[in-house]
Nanobody, 127 residues
Framework: QVQLVESGGGLVQAGGSLRLSCAAS????????MAWFRQAPGKEREFVAA????????YYTDSVKGRFTISRDNPKNTVYLQMNSLKPEDTAVYYC????????????????????WGQGTQVTVSS
């Protein structure tokens, strides 16, 4: 059994910063990929960023490139999302996800690629 627990969300003014954390527990030894997705009210869930558990390659959606940074701490089984220069359009529930495999190419943007999901943490950016 794997559990993912997000923390670090909150209310911040535009231009501010937040750091989200996702702590994994359970059978984490065979994680291949971890990612952050978000879902704004009335919108579909969208990919934000992903990181390879081994090697650390990172991937971002265009709208957050240069502002968000995904990182991981393998001994702590934790992945982070540092969010800077936040905009009101970043307002959403942010979800952590983990995958035990990788289908290749840009499959990391698909929610179906991931086996485990956290409960989500709310990020609200005021203008």
């Amino acid at each position: 059994q794997v559990q993912l627990v997000e923390s670090g969300g909150g209310l911040v003014q535009a231009g501010g910063s937040l750091r989200l954390s996702c702590a994994a527990s359970g059978r984490t030894f065979n994680f291949y990929l971890m990612a952050w997705f978000r879902q704004a009210p009335g919108k579909e869930r969208e990919f934000v960023a992903a990181i390879m558990w081994s090697g650390g390659s990172t991937y971002y959606t265009d709208s957050v490139k240069g502002r968000f940074t995904i990182s991981r701490d393998n001994p702590k089984n934790t992945v982070y999302l540092q969010m800077n220069s936040l905009k009101p359009e970043d307002t959403a529930v942010y979800y952590c996800a983990a995958s035990q495999g990788y289908s290749g190419g840009a499959s990391y943007i698909r929610g179906s690629e991931y086996n485990y999901w956290g409960q989500g943490t709310q990020v609200t950016v005021s203008s």
